[in-house]
Structures are given as structure tokens and as C-alpha cells.
């Protein structure tokens, strides 16, 4: 897993977000598969803890579930704030096939490319 570690820390000892800090594609994905796998096992929490470990502010990984799962997670079983709806088994249901979705979006990728490469050595025949 990829740690984020930007946490900075005030005199008290309370985390001081970072200003302006930009998140890769890569980043929000690896936080937002973090809170899935956190609200699979215990039910709900996810954000909270993805917050204090990669030292991002909740609205901003809400958002980014958002953008990540859509209007689909609601019909597939997902509260407003990314939580599964019913028992653990759906959350870890629901990560399995978030995981199954990116996998077959990187295999729909690949095709493409040997697609593309395909007509271009047809054509040369």
C-alpha cells in the first residue's frame, strides 16, 4: 500500500493539513480503496481513518468517492458518505467489485492498444 505521509504537526501535537497539496489520480484512488477496505471490515469509519493516516481532510476523500463510484455506488449499495448500506459482507462485496472494475478498465486499455497496433500491421500487409 501506498503511504502518504504528509502529516505535519502543531506544538499540541494536532495535525496541520498541508496547504494547496495536489493529489495524483494514483493517490485518491489507493485513499478512496483504503476507506472501502476500512467500511468493508468494520462497517463504516473509513473516511475518518483515511484522514488521520494520509493527513487529508475528510470533505476532500468524500469528494473524491464521489467522483470515484458515482451516481453506481448508491444503486449498488453505498450511503452518501461512502459507507456500505446492510452487513460487512456487502462492503467487502462492494470492494471486490470496485477492484474488479478497475482491473477490467486496465484490461479494456491494453485491448485497445493491441487493437490499434493490429490495424496498423494489417494495414502494412
Known amino acids: 500500500m501506498i503511504r502518504?505521509?504528509?502529516?505535519?504537526?502543531?506544538?499540541?501535537?494536532?495535525n496541520v493539513m498541508p496547504n494547496g497539496r495536489r493529489y495524483?489520480?494514483?493517490?485518491?484512488?489507493?485513499i478512496v480503496q483504503f476507506v472501502s477496505s476500512v467500511n468493508a471490515r468494520n462497517g463504516r469509519g473509513g473516511v475518518a481513518e483515511a484522514a488521520r493516516e494520509f493527513g487529508v481532510s475528510p470533505s476532500s476523500?468524500?469528494?473524491?468517492?464521489?467522483?470515484?463510484n458515482g451516481s453506481a455506488s448508491r444503486k449498488a449499495g453505498v450511503g452518501s458518505k461512502g459507507s456500505p448500506i446492510g452487513s460487512r459482507e456487502t462492503g467487502r462485496v462492494l470492494v471486490r467489485l470496485i477492484k474488479m472494475r478497475e482491473d477490467i478498465d486496465a484490461l479494456e486499455r491494453e485491448l485497445?492498444?493491441?487493437?490499434?497496433?493490429?490495424?496498423k500491421l494489417k494495414k502494412k500487409v
Open 24 to 30: 495524483s489520480q494514483a493517490e485518491k484512488k489507493k
Open 61 to 68: 476523500i468524500g469528494s473524491w468517492i464521489k467522483s470515484v
Open 112 to 119: 485497445a492498444l493491441k487493437l490499434d497496433r493490429f490495424e
Open 4 to 14: 502518504i505521509n504528509h502529516k505535519k504537526r502543531t506544538a499540541k501535537g494536532g
